[in-house]
């Protein structure tokens, strides 16, 4: 269970387009700075302060070999994420399901 | 599919602790503002202020019946999130699939 802080690193990181864009590219797969910089319209330095935020979140990792820095996607943490949306989404739907059963079981004549 | 600017606000809604304190009892069903209040230690303005961020972001709904106003969960904005990330964690888990058949094929003999 990922604790709240950590949580909101993630949700933040995830709350803006262009890290968004980030993350979309390195579900492809591991990409350079440049590679992720190419598609979007700002400085250098504005792509690195956006990957730092995703770093310290943990969504990326990032390793560097001689001048160039390459960018990884955490699945495992991008799933801590989606696991919190889906237990809240899934807890409704249950909730439902049950409220189903309850009327079913009312409107049965037996 | 979500705008970009909807899923700022949602995963920007989603970033905060007391924020996710009141999805999460929603999830089992409607609440009014005093029972989401109740678990929280904040002022009765600062918790309008989170379920107004909440509200904005179509993660929730209100309505008012005479003095008390009622919050439900809306599943579907909260899938829209959840698809966003999942769909992006599914594309890297399918390029591990690739890699491994690539790498399968290669170690074939045949």
Do not use: Y
């Amino acid at each position: 269970m990922p604790n709240h802080s950590s949580l909101d690193l993630m949700f933040a990181a995830l709350a803006d387009g262009s890290r968004r864009t980030i993350v979309d590219r390195l579900s492809r797969g591991p990409a350079t700075v440049k590679e992720l910089a190419a598609p979007l319209t700002m400085s250098l330095p504005a792509v690195l302060q956006h990957l730092r935020v995703l770093e310290d979140s943990g969504l990326i990792r990032s390793e560097k070999s001689g001048r160039v820095r390459t960018c990884r996607l955490q699945p495992a943490a991008l799933q801590q994420a989606e696991r919190w949306i889906a237990d809240r989404r899934s807890g409704w739907e249950h909730r439902l399901d049950r409220l189903e059963t309850f009327l079913n079981t009312e409107g049965d004549p037996s």
